[in-house]
């Protein structure tokens, strides 16, 4: 039991410093943004929190990662909470925007989908150890850029400063982001498939 709460101690750290509070924070307001569309207000009036919400929790990742390194505490749990938080809040603001017919189920599925399989996938890669061939490559960081400004967009789903549409902008950049998707997703299948062909044998 002394071993137990010694472990539990030691290991406290990594869950309490700044940067993985942040990814928790990410984590914690995506219930948020999702609650907002069921509250008693304007439409308009929703689309402009949950808008604002994202963009907020959004710029969380960046700066996560930023203080992970200035002030030299990443971790591997870090390492493994920040994609988690992430995919869910992209995941839970495609099924929002499904629901409120601002995108196709076509690409809430191959998003999500390839989300599931690429998690999967680098976990498996992980256990045979071999998780560098499936380590994140610029397409896909593209990929999560466009996903992360085309959903904002679809949220808002106005006239941005009164002038630009961003409904038709959002979508235009949605489509964008499925085939960076779709490419992202063959890339890492590809640099997997040496590896997978020898575990099947």
């Known amino acids: 039991m ?14 309490l410093t700044l940067p993985t509070l942040l990814t928790w924070a990410r984590i914690v307001a995506i219930p948020l943004i999702v609650g907002v569309f069921y509250l008693d207000l304007a ?5 402009l929190i949950a808008t604002a919400l994202f963009i907020v929790v959004a710029l969380t990742d960046w700066l996560d990662g930023y203080l992970a390194r200035k ?10 909470l920040d994609p988690v938080a992430d995919k869910l ?34 976990e498996w890669m992980a256990q045979i150890g071999a998780s560098r061939s499936v380590a ?3 397409v896909g960081k593209l990929k999560t850029t466009v996903q992360m400004v085309a959903i904002p967009f679809l949220l808002f789903d106005g006239r941005l400063f009164g002038l630009i549409p961003t409904r038709p902008w959002g979508t235009w950049l949605i489509y964008a982001a499925v085939v960076l998707t779709i490419w992202s997703m063959a890339y890492y299948l590809q640099k997997a498939l040496p590896e997978i062909r020898a575990k099947a044998r």
């Open 2 to 15: 002394l071993g137990n709460a010694l472990a539990l101690r030691n290991n406290a750290p990594m869950f």
């Open 43 to 47: 439409p308009a009036h929703q689309n």
């Open 71 to 80: 002030l030299n505490q990443t971790s591997s749990f870090g390492a493994f």
């Open 89 to 122: 809040m992209v995941c839970s603001a495609l099924l929002v925007l499904l629901k409120l017919q601002r995108v196709d189920a076509f690409v809430a599925l191959v998003i999500i989908g390839r989300e599931i399989t690429i998690s999967a996938l680098r």
């Open 136 to 138: 994140v490559h610029m």
